[in-house]
C-alpha cells in the first residue's frame, strides 16, 4: 500500500529543493489515490497515456468569482457579467476541443519560422546587452540578473508590446504565474489577487487590442486581432486577451526556470559547463537534459471526464489528476541512469514540454532563448562559483525553480 500523503509532501515546501526521492515513491505505484482524492500519474507510460486520453479534461480552473465590491451595482450586475465572460473565455491551455484547436491553430499561425528566427537573434543580441551591463562585477544572480528580464521582453516583443510599457509585465507575470499552483487555485485571498491583476492586464490589453485593429503591424497581436487568414478565424477580443495573458504566463516563468536549472545543473557538473564552452553546438542536447533531469513545469492538472481504468485502478469521473510530468522524466523503465544528468544521452523522450494535444506551443522559443543565455554563460563568466548550493527556492510546486542563483565570478568578459 502506498503512502496517500506523497503528493502532499511534494506540494511541501520542506521538499522544494529535491523533490525527486518522492517521485520515486511515487512511482511504485503507476496511478495513486491520494488522500484528498486526487490521483496521481507517475510513471512515464501512464502520464503519456493520460495525456493522449480524450476523456482527460483540461478544463481544471474553479468559475471565476471576482472579489465584491460593496457597490450593489458592481457585485450584482458587472460582476456576474465578468464572470461568466471569464467562464467562456479561458485561455485554451485550460480549455478541451473544439475550442481549444480553434484557438491554438490560430496561434500557432502567428507563430511562423520567421519570428521565432528574428527573436532567436534578438536573443543573442539582448544576453549581450545585459551581460555588458554587468561587466565589473564580481557576483551575478542568475535570476535577477538575466533570466528574469530575458523571456518577459521576448515575449513583449512576439506579441507586439511597445517597449515603453515593458516595465509593468514583469510584475504581472510573476503575480500571474501562481496561477498554475494546485494551491493558489484553492486559496481565496490569493485567486482575488490574481483576478485583480487580470482585469489590470486586460484594461489594458482592451486598448492595445483597439490600436493593432487601426494600425496592424508585424506582430503576433496585430496577426490575431485583424480578420483572419486562410480559414483561421479572427479571434474575439476576450479570447484575443485571454490568449496574450496565456502567452505571458506560460513563456515567462518556465523560461526563466529553465535558463536557472540549467545553470544549477551545469556548475553542479563543471565539465559540462566547460565543454559548452568550448563547443557552444552543446547547447540543444544539454537543454533537452535539463527538460527530463530537472523540468521546470514538474506537473500539470486534468479531470476525468468519466470512470477511466488505468494501471490497475480506477480513476473516477470528476476526479482531479495530476500528471507528474517530472516523475516521468526519471522513470528508469524509459532512462537509463534517470538520476544522472548526462547531455550525451540519445533520443530523450522528456515530458519537459507536455505531450499530445495542449503540447507547448512556445518550446522553440524557449530553447532558442535558453541557448542564447546558456552559451553567453559559458562564453562570458570568469570562474563562475555558486554562492550556496542548494539555492533558495521559490515556493511553487507546479512551477519549480530557485528564487536566486547567485554566483561569484572573477568578471564578465567582453563579448
Ligand atoms: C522552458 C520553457 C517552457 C516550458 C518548460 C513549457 C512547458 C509547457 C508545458 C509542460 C505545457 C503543457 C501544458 C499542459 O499539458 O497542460 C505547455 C503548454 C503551453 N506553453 Fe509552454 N513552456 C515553456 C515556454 C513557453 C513559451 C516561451 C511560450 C510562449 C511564448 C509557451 C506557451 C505555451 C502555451 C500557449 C501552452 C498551451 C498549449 C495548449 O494548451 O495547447 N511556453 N508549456
Given amino acids: 500500500m502506498s503512502d496517500a500523503t506523497l503528493f502532499e ?6 521538499n522544494r529543493v529535491d523533490p525527486y526521492p518522492l517521485f520515486a515513491r ?17 510513471t512515464h507510460a501512464a502520464i503519456t497515456r493520460l495525456l493522449h486520453d ?48 480553434t484557438l491554438r491553430r490560430a496561434v500557432m499561425h502567428e507563430f511562423t519560422q520567421a519570428r521565432v528566427q528574428a527573436l532567436r537573434d534578438r536573443s543573442h543580441g539582448l544576453v549581450d546587452e545585459i551581460l555588458d551591463k554587468h561587466a565589473g562585477s564580481r557576483s551575478f544572480d542568475i535570476v535577477d540578473d538575466l533570466a528574469y528580464p530575458l523571456p518577459v521582453t521576448i515575449i513583449c516583443e512576439l506579441l507586439g508590446i511597445p517597449t515603453e510599457d515593458e516595465p509593468q509585465f514583469h510584475g504581472w507575470a510573476t503575480q500571474l504565474a501562481t496561477a498554475l499552483e494546485p494551491d493558489t487555485m484553492a486559496d481565496k485571498e490569493a485567486r482575488s489577487e490574481n483576478s485583480r491583476t487580470f482585469e489590470t492586464i486586460s484594461d489594458y490589453m482592451t486598448g492595445l487590442i483597439k490600436e493593432k485593429r487601426r494600425h ?20 474575439g477580443d476576450y479570447d484575443l486577451i485571454a490568449t496574450s495573458i496565456l502567452m505571458l504566463v506560460a513563456g515567462h516563468e518556465t523560461t526563466v ?40 513545469v514538474q506537473f500539470r492538472t486534468r479531470r476525468a471526464l468519466t470512470d477511466i481504468a488505468i494501471g490497475g485502478v480506477t480513476i473516477p469521473e470528476g476526479a482531479d489528476i495530476v500528471l507528474l510530468l517530472a516523475s516521468g522524466n526519471r522513470d528508469p523503465a524509459v532512462f537509463t541512469e534517470p538520476d544522472r544528468f548526462d547531455p550525451d544521452r540519445s533520443g ?18 524557449a530553447r532558442f532563448e535558453a541557448e542564447a543565455a546558456l552559451t553567453a554563460l559559458a562564453r562570458r563568466l570568469r570562474n563562475p562559483r555558486l554562492s550556496a548550493d542548494p539555492p533558495p527556492y521559490r515556493p511553487g510546486s507546479a512551477l519549480r525553480g530557485p528564487k536566486h542563483l547567485r554566483l561569484a565570478i572573477d568578471g564578465i568578459a567582453p563579448s
Fill in 9 to 14: 509532501q511534494v506540494k511541501d515546501e520542506a
Fill in 26 to 42: 511515487l512511482r511504485e505505484t503507476p496511478v495513486s489515490r491520494q488522500s484528498d482524492g486526487t490521483y496521481v500519474a507517475a
Fill in 54 to 101: 480524450p476523456r482527460v479534461s483540461s478544463e481544471t480552473l474553479p468559475p471565476a468569482d471576482r472579489p465584491k465590491t460593496g457597490n450593489p451595482i458592481s457585485d450584482w450586475i458587472v460582476k456576474p457579467i465578468r464572470d461568466r465572460i471569464t467562464d467562456t473565455h479561458r485561455p485554451f491551455i485550460f480549455r478541451d476541443p473544439p475550442d481549444h484547436d
Fill in 216 to 235: 496592424p503591424k508585424d506582430d503576433m497581436l496585430s496577426g490575431l486581432a485583424v480578420a483572419g487568414v486562410q480559414g483561421v478565424p479572427q479571434m
Fill in 257 to 296: 526556470n529553465l535558463i536557472t536549472n540549467a545553470m544549477l545543473a551545469l556548475l553542479r557538473n563543471p565539465d559540462e559547463l566547460v565543454r559548452l564552452r568550448d563547443d557552444p553546438a552543446r547547447a540543444p542536447r544539454l537543454i533537452e537534459e535539463v527538460q527530463r533531469y530537472d523540468p521546470p
Fill in 348 to 365: 530523450v523522450r522528456h515530458l519537459g514540454f507536455g505531450g499530445g494535444l495542449h503540447y507547448c506551443v512556445g518550446a522553440p522559443l
